[in-house]
């Protein structure tokens, strides 16, 4: 009798220890601030936050009939040190390696991936969207698988359910809510890098440095073209003073050479004063001989 209760108590303590480590979602957001991330699971569901390199969120069991086993959706979330590029290059990437990755868990068989998309997950957030599939015993089950990054680590974020269920509600909102909202309530301590944004930041650094070299350029040959043009004029304007003054000269000097000119006959022609006596002219008439006469009257 007493084993019996002891072997109660120990059960009921268990149970009661267990409840105390799982934590129910209530709809708010749920911080992981040594992961450097933060989301908001699906009401009701189940957190259970002690896996090594994981999170878990599964819906709570339902009650059991023989008849009627239903699948517990879950949502896990895995992370990695070191970021990874939101891009088609990582998504093709990531397409290879999700089979390898998720074969390895036991039962889980035939892994097939769909054609990656990077997809808006509003407040520039992006990430990259998978809908693959797998079997697991005769079950065959959808696997959507979100990949998201920041500075320092990146994140799987994984949505499980039968593929069945997934189809049967497709045009369900409230069940694509469940899923599309949590993926997009996902919050990083920081955004991912985009690949080559160093080599971008340089390029554009380099652009802006041609362009203002080029503006540098152009206003110093126009400011030195106007510089040029205005000594030209006022060297003309020197240029053409200098000519007037040397034309001016000039013409002092023809005119003094003219005057000199001028003058100089009438040095030649002599003064008064060198012009012979009167007498000295007037014997000189005298020793011509007119006087036929006086011959005549001899004869």
């Known amino acids: 009798m007493g084993r019996k209760i002891t072997l109660l108590w120990l059960l009921c303590a268990s149970s009661w220890l267990a409840a105390e480590e799982r934590e129910i979602a209530t709809g708010e957001r749920y911080e992981f601030k040594d992961r450097g991330m933060s989301l908001v699971p699906p009401q009701g569901f189940w957190i259970q936050t002690k896996q090594s390199g994981f999170l878990n969120f599964s819906e709570p069991p339902p009650k059991r009939s023989k008849d009627n086993i239903s699948y517990r959706r879950n949502f896990q979330v895995y992370w990695n040190d070191g970021f990874r590029y939101i891009d088609d290059t990582s ?88 899923w599309w909202d949590c993926f997009t309530s996902v919050e990083l301590d920081s955004k991912a890098p985009i690949r080559y944004q160093k080599l971008v930041i340089a390029g554009v650094a380099l652009a802006v440095l041609l362009l203002f070299s080029f503006i540098f350029i152009l206003f110093r040959n126009r400011f030195a073209s106007k510089h040029y043009d205005d000594f030209a004029d006022e060297s003309v304007d020197k240029q053409s003073l200098v000519e007037l003054v040397d034309n001016a000269d000039y013409g002092k000097d023809t005119d003094s050479e003219m005057g000199e000119d001028d003058e100089q006959p009438d040095s030649e022609m002599g003064s008064d004063e060198d012009a012979p006596p009167d007498s000295e002219m007037d014997s000189g008439v005298d020793d011509i001989d007119f006087d036929d006469d006086d011959d005549n009257k001899r004869s």
Request: no cysteine; glycine share 6%.
């Open 91 to 178: 998504a093709q990437e990531f397409k290879e390696l999700l089979p390898s990755k998720f074969q390895k868990f036991g039962g889980v068989k035939d892994y097939a991936t769909s054609d990656p998309e990077v997809v808006d997950l509003g407040a520039k957030k992006k990430g990259i969207l998978f809908y693959n599939t797998y079997m697991i015993g005769d079950a065959e089950m959808i696997h959507i698988v979100l990949i998201r990054s920041s500075k320092s680590a990146h994140y799987v974020i994984t949505f499980t359910d039968l593929r069945s269920n997934f189809e049967k509600n497709s045009n369900n909102e409230a069940y694509a809510s469940l």
